[in-house]
C-alpha cells in the first residue's frame, strides 16, 4: 500500500520481540517497547529520508496504486531501493543489539 517502509516494520517487529510484552497489563515493558520503536523509527528516517514506502520509492502524491506487481528484471532491481531500506534497517538494529 506504499505507507510504512516493510524493512523499517520489520524491524519494529524484532524490536517486539526483543522488549516487548506478552502481558496486556505490564505498562513498563510496552513503554519500553514503544521508546525502543521510536529511536529505531528516528534513526531509520534519519539515515534513509523518511519511513514512508512510496517517499522511499520517489512516486508522487497521487499516483495511483497498481495492483499488478512489476515485472523483476535487472531494471527493476537496478532502480528499487528496497535492498538498501533492508540493509539500512539490519545495521540500525544490529546496532540497538550492540548498544543496549
Known amino acids: 500500500m506504499r505507507e510504512t517502509c516493510g524493512a523499517a516494520c520489520g524491524m519494529f517487529i524484532l524490536a517486539g520481540m526483543d522488549c516487548g510484552s506478552t502481558e496486556a497489563s505490564d505498562r513498563k515493558a510496552k513503554s519500553l517497547n514503544y521508546a525502543v520503536v521510536q529511536q529505531l523509527a528516528t534513526k ?3 539515515q534513509t529520508g ?7 520509492l520517489g512516486l508522487k502524491k ?3 496504486l497498481s495492483f499488478e506487481a512489476s515485472e ?3 531494471q527493476y532491481y537496478s532502480k528499487s531501493p528496497c535492498p538498501k531500506m533492508v540493509e539500512t534497517a539490519a545495521k540500525i538494529f544490529a546496532d540497538y543489539l550492540d548498544n543496549k
Not at 523518511?50 to 522511499?56: R, V
Open 44 to 46: 531509520f528516517k534519519e
Open 50 to 56: 523518511s519511513l514512508i514506502c512510496a517517499e522511499l
Open 72 to 74: 523483476r528484471t535487472p
Open 62 to 64: 497521487g499516483t495511483s
